[in-house]
């Protein structure tokens, strides 16, 4: 399939446009699920620098690490010394008319693109469901991608199941 040797896990990149929120919870939520198979990164087309209070607080109160995660360009992966991509997954959503990055090179992609819990408004609490509800769904798609077999897979079969993973009718609901 890819280039990735049993020496080293896969190494993921979650794109999306602000960085703040949807790749930052991937992020996370892959590199839990991963279990030293994979190691995700997230980074963003126009960044927002700082990551959403709410996606902080839903991770941090599912015991999830939050001091390392950082909104930060996607160039950070693109010049020397960035990991080597094996898979680059857009989480950005194409319906509400934002410009999903493209990614150049060889790994995987798949486009997984959910509504941006980032632009939620409403009270503190409408505000956590909507976070909530993107969670679920990344939580679902990465637990169908950690469980692939990766390596038995031909790369065609495997960019199948990729596109079926993000085309998976668990879109999240509209406040």
């Known amino acids: 399939m890819t280039d990735a040797t049993p020496s080293r896990p896969f190494n993921v990149l979650f794109l999306c446009t602000g960085n703040s929120a949807r790749s930052i919870l991937a992020e996370a939520i892959l590199n839990r699920q991963g279990h030293g198979r ?3 990164f997230s980074a963003g087309s126009h960044p927002k620098g700082a990551v959403h209070p709410a ?3 839903l991770l941090a109160g599912m015991g999830y690490p939050t001091a390392e995660l950082r909104s930060k360009p996607w160039d950070e992966f693109a010049g020397p010394g960035a990991p080597p991509l094996d898979f680059v997954f857009t989480v950005c959503d194409d319906a509400a008319g934002e410009v999903c990055p493209i990614w150049p090179g ?3 992609t798949a486009h997984w693109g959910i509504p941006d819990p980032a632009a939620a408004t409403g ?3 409408q505000i956590a469901l909507v976070f909530a509800d993107a969670y679920r769904v990344l939580n679902n798609r990465i637990s169908l991608f950690a469980s ?3 390596a038995s897979l031909s790369r ?5 199941r990729l596109n ?3 085309q998976s009718n668990d ?3 509209t406040a």
């Open 171 to 173: 879109a999240p609901q």
């Open 38 to 40: 994979f190691r995700a």
């Open 123 to 125: 009270s503190d609490a």
């Open 106 to 108: 060889q790994p995987m």
């Open 148 to 150: 692939l077999p990766i």
């Open 156 to 160: 065609l079969s495997l960019q199948e």
């Open 55 to 57: 996606a902080i607080k």
């Open 164 to 166: 079926e993973i993000g």
